[in-house]
């Protein structure tokens, strides 16, 4: 073909396919422009939360984060058993893993009603607040109500809602509290006797053990809250820590279930 002719070609499909882009966009413009006249408003862009779409479908409508504060003495076994002295608890939607909820009380120890200065230190807890407090069966009681409000569970004690909880360990659920609920002849809820090791959960997701709550601190760069050894204060980093493995994408499952009245556990 010549190429003068060749050249004519192609400018006079150049040339017609700018002007059908260039209709095109004063129309939709015009389009636009009588849209706008008549009252209609311009769309807004919606902004994305990225955390909750980074959050799977987790196994349970609740986590309910628990870590128990204990009677205690420096290198000696508390006789005849270690008493729970803090019970908090902070609950949290399965969804997106905010805080929902709340239980926080403390325990007046009845067989060594006197705390050692080594708990208090440990603690934070002083004599004086634990004095006022009710006993371990009044404040299960008042747990268990508690629970009933937020229909967590039946009367019967039986699930309502699909909930779990999660501690820093076996200890709190595996050892501290039957121990003390044996000893003081209280039948212990089925609700209690599966539970979240945070530690083993932390290790399926990471794919290695942290031995302490400061090492999942640290190692996913969460800042320490409060006091070390502040019930309150540890359950509220495990809220972090739990909040932040359920944004990288991993679903919880129970890791724990107790056996019997001595005290065994086995791993799930």
């Not at 539970?195 to 601190?217: D, E, R, T």
Request: with cysteine; glycine share 4%; proline share 3%.
């Amino acid at each position: 073909m010549n190429p003068v002719l060749k050249y004519s070609h192609l400018h006079i499909i150049l040339s017609s396919l700018y002007r059908f882009s260039t209709a095109c966009g004063h129309f939709a413009k015009a389009r636009s422009w009588k849209h706008l006249a008549h009252g209609a408003s311009v769309p807004k862009m919606q902004t994305v939360n990225r955390d909750i779409f980074a959050i799977n479908k987790q196994n349970f409508d609740y986590f309910l984060i628990l870590d128990f504060e204990a009677t205690c003495e420096e290198g000696m076994k508390i006789m005849p058993h270690q008493e729970i002295i803090e019970f908090p608890v902070i609950q949290l939607s399965g969804k997106n893993l905010e805080e929902v909820g709340r239980f926080h009380r403390y325990v007046r120890p009845t067989e060594r009603p006197i705390l050692t200065s080594f708990c208090t230190d440990l603690t934070g807890i002083v004599q004086e607040t634990v004095e006022s407090q009710e006993s371990l069966p009044e404040v299960l009681n008042a747990f268990d109500e508690w629970l009933l409000d937020l229909n967590l569970i039946n009367t019967d004690h039986s699930m309502k809602s699909l909930f779990t909880f999660v501690t820093s360990g076996d200890w709190d659920l595996g050892v501290l509290l039957p121990s003390e609920a044996n000893y003081r002849n209280l039948e212990l809820p089925e609700y209690f006797k599966r539970w979240i090791n945070l530690k083993k959960a932390f290790c399926k997701c990471k794919g290695y053990f942290a031995k302490s709550l400061a090492v999942m601190l640290r190692d996913l760069e969460l800042n320490h809250l409060g006091r070390l050894h502040s019930g309150i204060d540890d359950v509220r980093n495990m809220c972090q820590i739990t909040r932040s493995l359920g944004k990288s994408g991993y679903v919880f499952q129970n890791t724990s279930i107790y056996i019997d009245e001595k005290h065994t556990f086995e791993n799930l």
